[in-house]
């Protein structure tokens, strides 16, 4: 398991670089990094997040085609980066606790979990994040800032020591993320490009 969490954690690296880069790409990491993380987090009893991997192999692929997919259909070109509709906000803060609540309730009542509501937390936030990357939206960012904090702390608890240096640097590129696609938004609008800042809100 142990080489397999190294592999994992390179592969995250390179899903990171792809991400902060908002190179499509990141997709295909995103497919072959959760195939790996399946079996390392089943192996340390982190029942929530290897259901939340199973998740993101098929967001990964969900991903790829929403990318692909501009808002006015355009084949070929991708989505741009925007900010999420402001009507989206309390469906996702709904959605969110449902999720907690019923994921904090499998994994008290079914398995044999240690850590069930920090683990309940961090799959909730991450199939937010997850859908919020899916689309493009900026705010994905925040999100994951809360999630790689939360889970550097919990997978240094569980001794998986690789997955939490991979997730402390998460937290600090996620910061560095959320102004990179700021200015890759306005770099946009200022040069009066095909892909241009869409604010919903």
């Given at each position: 398991?142990?080489?397999?969490?190294?592999?994992?954690?390179?592969?995250?690296?390179?899903?990171?670089?792809?991400?902060?880069?908002?190179?499509?790409?990141?997709?295909?990491?995103?497919?072959?990094?959760?195939?790996?993380?399946?079996?390392?987090?089943?192996?340390?009893?982190?029942?929530?997040?290897?259901?939340?991997?199973?998740?993101?192999?098929?967001?990964?692929?969900?991903?790829?085609?929403?990318?692909?997919?501009?808002?006015?259909?355009?084949?070929?070109?991708?989505?741009?980066?925007?900010?999420?509709?402001?009507?989206?906000?309390?469906?996702?803060?709904?959605?969110?606790?449902?999720?907690?609540?019923?994921?904090?309730?499998?994994?008290?009542?079914?398995?044999?979990?240690?850590?069930?509501?920090?683990?309940?937390?961090?799959?909730?936030?991450?199939?937010?994040?997850?859908?919020?990357?899916?689309?493009?939206?900026?705010?994905?960012?925040?999100?994951?800032?809360?999630?790689?904090?939360?889970?550097?702390?919990l997978y240094l608890y569980k001794g998986l020591y690789p997955t939490t240096i991979l997730y402390g640097l998460y937290s600090v590129i996620?910061?560095?993320?959320?102004f990179k696609w700021k200015k890759m938004m306005l770099y946009n609008a200022l040069n009066d490009e095909k892909i241009p800042i869409t604010?919903?809100?």
């Open positions: 398991m142990d080489y397999l969490e190294i592999i994992g954690t390179l592969i995250g690296l390179l899903y990171l670089y792809l991400e902060y880069k908002a190179s499509i790409y990141l997709w295909f990491a995103g497919v072959v990094m959760p195939l790996v993380y399946i079996y390392v987090f089943y192996a340390a009893g982190l029942y929530a997040d290897m259901g939340i991997n199973i998740y993101y192999l098929l967001a990964g692929l969900y991903g790829l085609v929403m990318w692909m997919k501009k808002s006015d259909q355009k084949e070929g070109e991708e989505r741009p980066i925007s900010y999420t509709p402001v009507k989206y906000f309390l469906p996702i803060i709904i959605i969110f606790a449902i999720l907690f609540v019923g994921i904090a309730f499998i994994l008290t009542r079914y398995t044999d979990s240690t850590v069930p509501y920090a683990d309940s937390f961090v799959t909730a936030l991450s199939i937010i994040g997850m859908w919020l990357l899916a689309y493009k939206y900026i705010e994905q960012w925040l999100v994951w800032i809360v999630v790689d904090v939360a889970c550097c702390a996620a910061v560095f993320g959320y604010d919903n809100r």
